[in-house]
């Protein structure tokens, strides 16, 4: 895999609220996305992981030009995103897709399949006729459907199906980077494995570059190269797949492995770790996992931990003043 970053985040934050009313009275605001700063390298999956609620989607909104950030950067191939979405929103649109956690909301339902992947193809490609054929018979090859689905309508398929479909729609303008937003969770097990295993390929396939956000953590070691794990807004920790998950820094990290449901066994998880999140009205100044952490003091109550790099691994980083060392127990 190329060290070439193709997407650079610099210390990007989402704002929602604020402000002021007519009579000067503040209006209260909502830290959705604080100071992250991360890149994903072209060829790789960047797995992003987290609780309800930490930022993962607004994150992802971001990334594709969705929404814009209230502070930082956010440059795709060396191009400022939010200038480029104002100077040519389809030019950024054929770059980067995004496929959508619900897949049947997300398709139109009085459109048939044909004229919903043929979209993107008349508008960011400008292909022909006979040239959209071609490449509809490929984009349903590509995800395993039969051609003479095309013309059936959303509803008249099933979840996976309906993935499947998502994923062939942001395909269909040949992209550079895909932003998978959930795109698994609202599916079957066993069909999430064929979605998981069609990723793979199609990633294989056309040279893609995926940024993958889900809250399940076997679904994220298995499909990830490095996971970014965010928790109210920020970034915890960042690091090599197989490195967060044998050896994670950050005790919220350790906290989110411990949840993951093991048949046979009870829960891991300690008491304190049920505390409620902070208030998003109200942010704390130190760091706004003290209250669950077993390993808090003062320090991290006052100030907010920069983003440190492990001593033996430089590229495994995480935001804590008091990080866990290896085979050690949280």
Excluded: W
Aim: glycine letters at 8%; aromatic letters at 6%.
């Amino acid at each position: 895999m190329p060290d070439t970053a193709l997407l650079q985040i610099e210390n990007a934050e989402r704002v929602f609220g604020g402000g002021r009313t007519l009579f000067g009275k503040p209006l209260p605001a909502v830290h959705a996305v604080q100071g992250i700063s991360l890149n994903v390298r072209k060829g790789e999956t960047l797995g992003v992981v987290g609780e309800s609620g930490c930022g993962k989607s607004t994150l992802a909104r971001l990334i594709v030009g969705l929404d814009k950030p209230t502070g930082g950067t956010i440059t795709f191939d060396g191009v400022d995103l939010v200038a480029e979405a104002k100077r040519d929103p389809q030019k950024l649109a054929q770059r980067v897709q995004y496929v959508f956690q619900d897949p049947v909301a997300s398709l139109n339902p009085r459109k048939t399949i044909r004229t919903i992947l043929e979209a993107p193809l008349r508008h960011l490609l400008g292909l022909g006729r006979e040239a959209r054929e071609a490449r509809l018979k490929d984009l349903m090859e590509a995800v395993n459907l039969a051609p003479e689905f095309l013309d059936r309508y959303p509803h008249e398929f099933s979840g996976g199906q309906a993935q499947r479909i998502g994923i062939a729609r942001a395909l269909a303008a040949d992209p550079e980077l895909i932003v998978l937003d959930e795109p698994v969770s609202a599916l079957d097990v066993s069909v999430q494995a064929q979605v998981l295993n069609i990723l793979d390929d199609l990633k294989e396939k056309f040279g893609l570059t995926y940024v993958f956000i889900s809250h399940d953590l076997s679904v994220i070691e298995s499909v990830s190269d490095r996971v970014a794990v965010l928790y109210f807004g920020r970034l915890a920790e960042l690091g090599a797949a197989e490195r967060i998950f044998a050896a994670p820094r950050h005790p919220y990290t350790h906290l989110l492995l411990k949840s993951a449901p093991v048949p046979g066994k009870r829960s891991l998880i300690p008491e304190d770790a049920n505390t409620e999140l902070p208030d998003p009205y109200d942010p704390p100044p130190g760091c706004a996992f003290f209250a669950r952490c077993p390993r808090g003091t003062q320090e991290c109550r006052a100030a907010q931990p920069p983003l440190d790099p492990a001593p033996d691994n430089r590229e495994h980083r995480a935001a804590c003043y008091h990080p866990v060392i290896e085979n050690e127990d949280a």
